[in-house]
């Protein structure tokens, strides 16, 4: 019998390609160099998730209702304007000094131009162009708002609102949004003050819907200051993104008389899975009102919407306004005042044309100054100015009052982990159950199927069916060693991210390694989620998310775990460790964190050990999955570590921007890990390799 064992084992040995050995288990270990890794899935594959939020958003829409009477109208009334204050973390000190400062003058036919800036919040001051006619007044005013023109307040399709406006008798007041025209980092500098940028104003506990409309708010604040302004006749206009500010401003503001957005009304179900703006989300606003909400808000004030046939963007379709329109109109009819909701729709291009400035005219005249019958009017002709003669600021002079998004987010971030860093005691189960709120996990995913296919180069390949509709890809491959156990590997971009070299030296020290690719990466990708290529990865699918009242990284969590129990049920694993790289690294922690006995050690690549926002440049290292609403006033990246009481390694930590940490600064990172893991009473440790 044991001649027979030598003779077998020499025929395995010889039958073995020079890549391969054998353990002390006599398991035959693959040394091979991986090529490339299989697929799991069928080529050209439906989009499953796409299609799945889709559906969320149908059933979202098709549910939110409005009341059939003013009674239960007036309580869903106040439910939906303290939910939109609480989502979008408005908060408006209407107290403050206004502050405002006249830089500027520029004299026109029948009306002056004052360039101006005061301010919005302490400290933060917005840049902007008041519009006076000649006269005494007092004078019906408007807030002008502008959308993704870079000029911001001075781009043609604006000011030509403003000017129309003035030679009409109105005071106008345009602003600089938030991030954009003279308020972007670099003064002069146009940028885009979405996407990433704007996204991280969610991890300071505020939005870019939010802190836009606390701008508009206090634009009302200042107006109401002048003695040439008829207080009680007050309106709000815009196109785009102006229009999407108007939306949302005017109907929480009640001082605002008549409002007029322009090509900017749809509905939230068309939102998700489209490629807008983050200045036009509102965390969890699908699960609390559609934007019928929204517009019955009005009632029985005067709003019109305009739309265009040519335009190009989905979400402001005229069909998709017209939804939102039948739905709202029942509440204008409840109060009587059914003429209090219009709309028109023109044959033009995406834009604030002259048909829109002229439909704006005929609508603000009948109801800011009780004349006419609403019905467009023509306007006045006026002169268009350049670009430099509207600037608050000469190039590069700013006055360091007026900040954007990044400083403003530095500063918060700031300022919240000063208090979080501060405490001394931190209850463990309070921080876990917080922390699963902000992740928006209601309940894990479970599987409902699995789906096995054949191997290909040793590697399982399987297939989860999950009880939410989608299927998770899982590459296994069981360990050559079994007290080494397996390692799951995870990364933000699919598995053909995982440099092989890597799972090589996993599979030739022994450990058994599984791969799995989380929604929205690889071969579980979105193709919508891709159509732009401009945009930042994940900037259509999370936003997705978070309007249905979900967040990307809380669905890769509630991934890791069903992956890590199908692991442990199916395969007894003696060990599971987790590798993951960027936001897929942070999904690993997150849910240690929450089940602190799922994994035995975790190592985390390229992960940030805050979420301090600390660099303008490097925003877009990472994708827009990585934001999670309030997150620092929950705490940070080191109380997750913390109550995990796990081994930790990060390696090749960085910040939010993906700026190298250096050996240097381990001191002051391991003080504050360890401070607050002690604060938690927890156990675990965290390693740092530079």
């Known amino acids: 019998m044991k001649n027979f064992l030598l003779v077998s084992l020499f025929i395995v040995v010889q039958f073995l390609s020079p890549h391969s050995a054998v353990s002390k288990e006599g398991m035959v270990l693959n040394t091979s160099p991986q090529d490339s890794l299989p697929s799991v899935l069928s080529a050209q594959s439906a989009d499953i998730l796409g299609g799945r939020m889709k559906q969320q958003a149908q059933i979202k829409y098709a549910t939110h209702l409005l009341p059939d009477n003013l009674k239960d109208?007036?309580?869903?009334?106040?439910?939906?304007?303290?939910?939109?204050?609480?989502?979008?973390?408005?908060?408006?000190?209407?107290?403050?000094?206004?502050?405002?400062?006249?830089?500027?003058t520029v004299q026109m036919d029948g009306y002056s131009i004052k360039n101006i800036y005061f301010q919005t919040q302490p400290g933060v001051y917005a840049t902007a162009n008041l519009f006076i006619p000649e006269g005494e007044g007092p004078f019906p005013a408007v807030i002008n708002m502008h959308g993704h023109w870079s000029e911001g307040k001075a781009a043609e399709n604006i000011q030509s609102v403003a000017h129309s406006l003035a030679k009409s008798g109105y005071v106008c007041l345009s602003m600089d949004a938030f991030g954009a025209g003279e308020r972007s980092t670099e003064h002069m500098d146009f940028e885009y003050h979405g996407s990433n940028l704007g996204a991280s104003l969610m991890n300071v506990g505020e939005t870019l819907l939010g802190v836009q409309v606390i701008d508009n708010m206090r634009a009302v604040d200042l107006l109401l200051t002048l003695p040439y302004v008829d207080a009680e006749n007050i309106g709000a206009?815009?196109?785009?993104?102006?229009?999407?500010?108007?939306?949302?401003?005017?109907?929480?503001?009640?001082?605002?008389?008549?409002?007029?957005?322009?090509?900017?009304?749809?509905?939230?179900?068309?939102a998700v899975m489209g490629s807008n703006c983050v200045c036009e989300l509102i965390p969890n606003g699908l699960s609390f009102t559609e934007s019928s909400g929204i517009l019955a808000l009005y009632a029985p004030r005067a709003l019109k919407m305009c739309n265009h046939n040519k335009d190009s963007n989905a979400t402001f379709f005229p069909e998709e306004m017209l939804r939102s329109y039948h739905n709202a109109k029942p509440i204008?009819?409840?109060?009587g005042v059914e003429e209090n909701i219009d709309y028109e729709l023109f044959d033009l291009v995406h834009g604030y044309w002259p048909e829109d400035r002229e439909a704006m005219l005929g609508w603000f005249d009948l109801h800011l100054r009780g004349i006419g019958d609403g019905s467009s009017r023509k306007e006045i002709a006026f002169e268009v100015l350049p670009v430099e003669k509207l600037m608050v600021f000469p190039k590069g002079q700013r006055d360091p009052k007026v900040i954007g998004v990044a400083e403003y987010c530095r500063r918060k971030g700031q300022e919240l982990r000063k208090d979080y860093l501060s405490q001394t005691s931190i209850d463990n189960q309070q921080a876990t159950e917080d922390l699963q709120e902000l992740l928006k996990i209601k309940s894990f995913p479970e599987i409902n199927q699995v789906n096995n296919f054949s191997p290909v180069d040793g590697w399982e390949r399987i297939a989860l069916e999950t009880s939410?509709?989608?299927?998770?890809?899982?590459?296994?491959?069981?360990?050559?060693?079994?007290?080494?156990?397996?390692?799951?590997?995870?990364?933000?971009?699919?598995?053909?991210?995982?440099?092989?070299a890597r799972i090589d030296d996993l599979i030739n020290k022994g450990h058994g390694v599984v791969i799995v690719e989380l929604s929205g990466t690889g071969e579980a990708a979105s193709k919508e989620d891709q159509l732009v290529a401009y945009l930042t990865p994940f900037h259509t699918l999370a936003r997705a998310k978070l309007w249905l009242g979900e967040t990307m990284l809380g669905q890769w969590v509630g991934e890791l775990d069903m992956v890590s129990g199908f692991i442990k049920?199916?395969?007894?694993?003696?060990?599971?460790?987790?590798d993951g790289d960027k936001e897929a690294g942070l999904a690993g922690l997150y849910l240690a964190a929450l089940e602190e006995e799922t994994f035995s050690s975790l190592t985390l690549r390229n992960t940030p050990v805050s979420y301090l926002f600390d660099n303008r440049e490097g925003v877009d290292y990472y994708s827009l999955a990585i934001h999670l609403p309030k997150f620092l006033q929950w705490g940070d990246v080191s109380l997750a570590a913390g109550l995990s009481g796990r081994q930790i390694t990060f390696d090749h930590p960085v910040t939010m921007s993906g700026e190298s940490l250096l050996p240097s600064q381990e001191k002051e990172l391991q003080s504050e890990f360890t401070a607050i893991r002690s604060s938690l009473k927890g156990k675990g440790s965290v390693k740092f390799q530079f």
Do not use: C
Not at 87 to 95: A, L, M, R, T, Y
Not at 240 to 264: C, L, Y
Not at 332 to 335: A, D, L, P, T
């Open 569 to 578: 049920e199916n395969y007894a694993p003696k060990m599971l460790a987790f």
């Open 237 to 270: 206009t815009g196109a785009s993104g102006g229009g999407n500010q108007t939306m949302w401003f005017a109907a929480i503001d009640e001082r605002v008389k008549a409002a007029m957005p322009v090509v900017s009304v749809g509905t939230f179900e068309s």
């Open 468 to 500: 939410d509709n989608l299927l998770t890809p899982l590459l296994v491959k069981k360990p050559g060693k079994a007290a080494l156990g397996y390692v799951l590997l995870a990364t933000s971009n699919g598995k053909h991210e995982i440099p092989l």
């Open 73 to 104: 109208w007036e309580k869903r009334k106040t439910e939906i304007n303290r939910e939109v204050i609480l989502n979008s973390g408005i908060k408006v000190d209407h107290d403050l000094a206004l502050d405002m400062k006249v830089t500027g």
């Open 332 to 335: 204008f009819q409840q109060y």
